[in-house]
């Protein structure tokens, strides 16, 4: 797995589809449930919404949905409302039907309408954020970090080596793209794993 990012003032940032794609898989059977209990629904006073209401409605009727194992409860996130390396906001409600675990991904302005996910990632917990990432120059010259904040030159096989350096330590050049510290090249390549 493996996640494209780019270097933005001192941190770094990703494509929310690149990250859907690295943690997740489509999982239509939920779409089409959620579009056709939506439809069923709309008339009714008590419109059907999102995800939320969907999950409560599938669970009246005997299929085993819980929270995420961190929290147990069933909730609605928005990704604006914490520190997140990820480009565009947007709403995200994870849950397990019976072992497996899901998530539905809405857009920014409503719940309404979600798509729904199998995720992939190796734990559940993990589907939001990561911690190790990688960068390389152009000469080859690779930092890796475990915290996403201090950066260590690595050598492959055998691991990482001398002080660790922030992105905001980082020489730019004229058009503001970080230099390596090692050789002065471009900073090109930036992805997380």
């Known amino acids: 797995m493996g996640i494209d990012l780019r270097i933005e003032g001192d941190g770094v940032i990703g494509q929310w589809s690149d990250w859907l794609e690295d943690k997740a898989e489509e999982f239509d059977r939920l779409d089409v449930l959620y579009e056709t209990w939506s439809e069923k629904h709309a008339t009714s006073r008590d419109y059907p919404y999102g995800p939320i209401q969907f999950l409560g409605w599938l669970k009246k009727r005997g299929?085993?949905?819980?929270?995420?194992?961190?929290?147990?409860?069933?909730?609605?996130?928005?990704?604006?409302?914490f520190i997140s390396w990820i480009d565009e906001a947007l709403h995200f409600t994870i849950f397990k039907l019976g072992e497996l675990y899901f998530?539905?991904?809405?857009?920014?302005?409503?719940?309404?309408?979600?798509?729904?996910?199998?995720?992939?990632?190796?734990?559940?917990?993990?589907?939001?954020?990561?911690?190790?990432?990688?960068?390389?120059?152009?000469?080859?010259?690779?930092?890796?970090?475990?915290d996403t904040e201090?950066?260590?030159?690595?050598?492959?096989?055998?691991?990482?080596?001398?002080?660790?350096?922030?992105l905001y330590e980082l020489v730019q050049d004229g058009d503001g793209d970080p230099l390596c510290p090692k050789c002065t090249s471009k900073i090109r390549k930036v992805g997380a794993i």
């Open 150 to 166: 201090r950066w260590q030159f690595y050598v492959e096989g055998v691991g990482p080596r001398g002080p660790k350096i922030r």
């Open 63 to 81: 299929v085993k949905v819980d929270g995420p194992h961190w929290s147990g409860k069933l909730e609605t996130k928005h990704t604006s409302n």
């Open 103 to 146: 998530v539905a991904v809405s857009s920014p302005a409503h719940v309404k309408d979600p798509n729904f996910y199998r995720l992939t990632c190796p734990e559940p917990d993990d589907f939001l954020g990561f911690t190790n990432a990688w960068m390389e120059c152009d000469a080859g010259h690779a930092y890796e970090t475990e």
